[in-house]
């Protein structure tokens, strides 16, 4: 159950990163979503969801890596 719920944690923002990237897009190839305003700030919401989920997966690894002891210390932390 646990790693159901993991594997959604993950795909969730997969799946918001991959609208952002769809969103950009769009904006480069003209063709306009009714929901934004101008074609700047749809492509800067899908910059923001790209960068966000990217972030949030990013982040998820890191934490489970450091809980695991998976991380290499680096030389300064010695």
């Given at each position: 159950m646990?790693?159901i719920?993991?594997?959604?944690m993950?795909?969730i923002?997969?799946?918001?990163s991959?609208?952002?990237?769809?969103l950009?897009?769009d904006?480069?190839?003209?063709e306009?979503?009714?929901?934004?305003?101008?074609?700047?700030?749809?492509?800067?919401?899908?910059?923001v969801?790209?960068?966000?989920?990217?972030?949030?997966?990013g982040?998820?690894?890191?934490?489970?890596?450091?809980?695991k002891?998976?991380?290499?210390?680096?030389k300064?932390?010695?």
């Open positions: 646990i790693r719920i993991a594997v959604l993950l795909l923002p997969g799946l918001i991959a609208y952002g990237i769809k950009m897009r904006t480069l190839f003209n306009f979503h009714p929901i934004f305003f101008h074609n700047g700030i749809q492509f800067i919401a899908g910059l969801f790209f960068i966000g989920g990217i972030w949030f997966i982040g998820f690894i890191v934490y489970r890596d450091r809980k002891q998976k991380k290499q210390q680096n300064n932390d010695e």
